[in-house]
């Protein structure tokens, strides 16, 4: 097949494209860097989606966020609304790839790439987003949990474009973290992360969300971790417990970047890290993003 | 198929035609004969490639030319003023942050783009901006203090 490019000003040109073949590339920080890689060949119909108008904005309205697919990284972390009340996400963009990678890499292609490493698929899943979907016949609106169907897999049919994110907004008390292990400080990929949302009130813990990243074929939520923190004091004990169901609940695989038994054993570790953080931040505590650093060495227990 | 596109480099437009796979680094290099960007790793690890693209840097193996069709590219030819070199370049010299030289292009870009978006870095933030970008001759405590100098003297002009 020859190769084509084009460059989509709209929602209906990229469509269009889409509809004859074509798939999309926005920065081009996992489909260029994958095909450099070995991973899948560049396709031969190409179709630039980052110049279309009105994709590239982050929206607050009443029940929570809207995402654009085109919002980047680096818009992610310089948010005000973002860092105050979505922290978890902030955390996890300002630790993809490099500014290089941040200033360009968008929101939309990290979610459908569909990486079990992804930094920010367990900030959205613990907020409950769901991607929003637009083809030709329409658009629908699909949970992450259901997006996500195995490594570099997704729900969506290849006429189909994410145009954007909706992400609930938390209640009141409610404080987030993402940590990650690394052994670079940029452009790394996830060891392991973990990702914790919680609430609180003056009788203690009344909401928790935590989900793995990298230790599963998804980022998936572990509902015996939350149900460790939920109605507890939010004291050692719980935490430890949720750190261990945490690591319970994952079946990570051995690759270059860690042995399985290794990753078994930071889960809990990095679980722990990241539900201190978000524990902290939900009583008021400043914990500098990204959590990854700042928790570096549990410094914050 | 080839497509053709305007490529503004250091302020000159050039027309080219270019397969639609051809990385901005290729284009670049070859067919507009600017070879100060380096290829190291290409596939964004190393950050010799990096470039500024409308002002941001982009690891330019693992980006599309045709994406930049009409953008403004920044390489680290477009750094000097004529034979006058930019304070970071002199700052590199002055202290020995380069040694092969193979990362200095990217190295210079990548701190660019750091002063621009924070005037006052702590060293700290000099060594995380520039963690995507490796050295080989371990030149890192020559560049950190190189960039960290060059904003210290903009501060106190």
Redesign the interface.
Same mark, same amino acid.
């Given at each position: 097949m020859t190769r084509s490019f084009t460059s989509a000003a709209t929602i209906e040109d990229a469509l269009t494209a889409l509809g004859s073949g074509a798939r999309p590339v926005a920065g081009g920080t996992d489909l260029v860097v994958g095909a450099r890689q070995g991973k899948a060949p560049l396709p031969d119909a190409i179709v630039a989606i980052d110049r279309i108008e009105g994709l590239a904005a982050i929206d607050e309205h009443g029940v929570g966020l809207r995402l654009g697919a085109l919002v980047t990284h680096e818009d992610i972390v310089m948010s005000a609304v973002i860092r105050a009340r979505f922290t978890a996400l902030a955390d996890a963009s300002a630790i993809v790839g490099s500014h290089a990678t941040r200033a360009h890499g968008t929101i939309g292609g990290n979610v459908m790439n569909a990486s079990p490493a992804m930094d920010t698929g367990g900030p959205l899943l613990c907020f409950g987003a769901s991607a929003i979907l637009r083809s030709g016949s329409g658009e629908r609106t699909v949970p992450l949990e259901e997006l996500w169907t195995g490594p570099g897999s997704t729900d969506a049919r290849p006429d189909e474009l994410l145009v954007g994110l909706d992400v609930p907004a938390p209640t009141d008390g409610t404080g987030s973290a993402y940590v990650r292990l690394e052994y670079r400080r940029q452009m790394e990929i996830a060891i392991v992360g973990a990702t914790a949302v919680v609430s609180v009130d003056a009788g203690g813990v009344t909401d928790a969300r935590v989900a793995i990243t990298a230790l599963a074929p998804t980022i998936r939520r572990v509902p015996e971790a939350e149900a460790a923190l939920v109605g507890s004091d939010g004291g050692d004990e719980p935490i430890a417990a949720a750190a261990r169901a945490a690591a319970a609940g994952s079946s990570p695989i051995t690759d270059v970047r860690g042995s399985a038994e290794y990753r078994s054993a930071m889960a809990e570790v990095i679980a722990g890290r990241a539900i201190v953080a978000a524990l902290a931040r939900a009583r008021g505590e400043q914990i500098a993003i990204p959590a990854s650093a700042a928790t570096r060495g549990g410094a914050t227990r | *198929?080839t @497509?053709p596109a305007v490529l503004h480099v250091n302020g000159a437009s050039h027309e080219v035609e270019l397969?639609?796979?051809t990385?901005l680094l290729d284009a670049v290099r070859d067919v507009i004969g600017l070879t100060g960007s380096k290829e190291g790793c290409?596939?964004?690890?190393c950050?010799a490639c *990096?470039m500024l693209?409308d002002g941001?840097? @982009?690891?330019s193996?693992?980006? +599309?030319a +045709?994406?930049a069709?009409g953008r403004e590219v920044t390489t680290v030819e477009g750094l000097a003023d004529g034979d006058e070199l930019a304070p970071l370049q002199r700052a590199f010299l002055e202290h020995g942050g380069v040694q092969c030289g193979f990362c200095t292009p990217g190295m210079l870009i990548?701190a660019t =783009?750091?002063l621009r978006?924070n005037p006052d870095p702590s060293e700290d933030d000099v060594?995380? =901006?520039l963690?995507?970008?490796l050295c080989r001759c371990t030149g890192y405590g020559g560049i950190v203090g190189a960039v960290r100098d060059v904003a210290q003297a903009r501060r106190s002009v």
């Open positions: - | *198929m @497509v397969d639609p796979h990385s290409d596939d964004s690890e950050g *990096m693209l941001k840097p @982009v690891n193996c693992s980006y +599309l +045709l994406q069709d990548s =783009a750091l978006t060594r995380i =901006a963690s995507g970008n």
